[in-house]
């Protein structure tokens, strides 16, 4: 049987994959599952629940509703925030259980996704998931009377989280003087993400925040920077920062209009976090598929970079193993524990701006740090992916690749999860170079790793 859960969360097409039936039955099934051996303190367990502007998640946050309150479990429902907000939330509130957020993150607006948060404020580890699943739909004993959950309205929760962020940084509008330009992808930061880099003193251009439940990341927002490229020039703002759906990632565009990826967002912070004798161990964690480039800036920088697997969630994994304090991704989820549990592109936002603030140098100067080396990923198609490690001749073709490219290159092969394709990514000095190397790399998985 396949897994509901993927690598975050369920999602899928709403209505279809994620329909109210599921999102019913894996809130009633994580009721139960996340609450089980909860000390008897007397109070009811609680749940925070919120969502993107889909209007998909009208429909799922309420079967959701429904589902955590038929098992017994009060409600709170804060209605549009951001992932990074609800996991905050849950994380420092005393009352509350579990969180529960409907977002499909950066996918177009008819996709949805139901995602976990235990009390901690972390996503849910596989094993727990599983356990949700299995239970799911199964029967299981209801209460009754004063026994089931009472829902009520949370106004509050997107002023708090953004509070919180704007504590991030030192002081009393600590972002005077700068200009921002920010894109809020018609998502779930269209109330947060404005309000809190005004509340920090910064001179604020919005764009893509009239959410109309059809809108979320149509165009805009971090999947689609050109709008703000060409408003940040127009303003002539001093950077500009662009959230997906659910604002859990951040990129940025320097005053330009180049785009600053989370690579050199990751290598900005580091070196602010170092300044600042808050970079633990003097190490960040960052995923293999982060660019070679931010590997060789911050050795360069006496910094070592920790690898993992592709997902913010096995970044996560490790920091929380070795209390690292900074890791995240090109894509742009950047993870401070300090002040959060998750990727949080508001947070991240705040600290980039922070650092044009008291560094007085433009973040083109700022992110230069990364000389980002030309990349080529190559999909191979109708291959066995199960043998691409194993296989004596893709092997040697690696091997011959990496020993002309040295440390100027890098060849990184992964199989996909989902269907029977290979993808071979090459970095290098020049893009011919990468281009060659992926090409001749990629013939050989073609030729002998091809389905009989």
């Known amino acids: 049987m396949a897994r509901i859960f993927g690598t975050d969360g369920v999602r ?22 996340l609450v089980e051996g909860r000390p008897d303190t007397g109070v009811r367990p609680r749940a925070l629940v919120a969502r993107d502007p889909r209007a998909s ?16 479990m009060d409600v709170f429902d804060a209605g549009v925030l ?29 996709d949805n996704g139901i995602k976990f948060f235990d009390r901690f404020g972390h996503k849910l580890a596989d094993d727990v998931e599983d356990a949700i699943a299995e239970l ?5 004993q209801r209460p009754v009377g004063a026994g089931v959950g009472r829902v009520r309205r949370d106004h509050g929760a997107a002023r708090a989280y953004a509070e919180h962020c704007v504590a991030s940084l030192p002081g009393t509008m600590p972002l ?87 690579d050199q967002i990751l290598a900005v912070l580091a070196l602010a976090l170092r300044e600042a004798g808050r970079l633990h161990e003097d190490t960040v964690v960052a995923t293999v598929m982060s660019n070679l480039g931010l590997r060789l800036a911050l050795e360069g920088e006496g910094i070592r970079l920790v690898t993992t697997a592709v997902g913010d969630r096995y970044v996560l994994e490790a920091m929380r193993q070795n209390g690292w304090s900074l890791g995240g991704e090109q894509s742009g989820h950047v993870v401070l524990p300090r002040w959060n549990t998750t990727g949080d592109g508001l947070l991240t936002a705040l600290q980039l701006a922070h650092r044009v603030a008291t560094t007085g140098r433009s973040l083109a100067d ?39 490219l040295g440390r100027s290159g890098r060849v990184l092969l992964r199989a996909s999860g989902t269907e029977p394709l290979v993808r071979v990514m090459v970095e290098a000095p020049d893009l011919p170079s990468a281009q060659r190397h992926a090409d001749a790399i990629a013939a050989v998985v073609a030729r002998e790793l091809a389905l009989v």
Do not use: Y
């Open 176 to 262: 005077e003087g700068v200009r921002v330009v920010v894109d809020c992808a018609h998502g779930a930061a269209s109330e947060a993400g404005p309000l809190a880099l005004r509340a920090a003193g910064a001179t604020v251009h919005v764009i893509g925040a009239e959410p109309d439940g059809l809108n979320i990341n149509d165009g805009i927002g971090s999947t689609h920077l050109a709008p703000l490229q060409a408003a940040v020039v127009a303003h002539g703002a001093d950077l500009g920062v662009a959230f997906d759906g659910d604002a859990d990632r951040c990129l940025a565009v320097d005053h330009t209009g180049a785009v600053v990826d989370g």
């Open 366 to 404: 700022l992110a230069g740090v990364v000389t980002r080396l030309p990349q080529v990923l190559v999909n191979v198609p109708g291959v066995d992916r199960s043998r691409v490690g194993s296989d004596l001749s893709v092997g040697v073709a690696v091997a011959e690749a990496e020993a002309e």
């Open 136 to 140: 799911a739909g199964k029967p299981w």
């Open 57 to 72: 998640g009208e429909f799922l946050g309420a079967a959701v509703t429904a589902g955590l309150a038929s098992a017994g």
């Open 82 to 110: 951001p992932t990074p907000g609800l996991a905050h939330l849950v994380a420092t509130r005393d009352d509350v259980d579990l969180g529960v957020m409907l977002s499909a993150s950066h996918n177009p607006m008819p």
């Open 12 to 33: 899928g097409r709403a209505n279809v994959d994620v329909t109210a039936e599921l999102a019913l039955d894996l809130s009633v099934a994580a009721a139960h599952v």
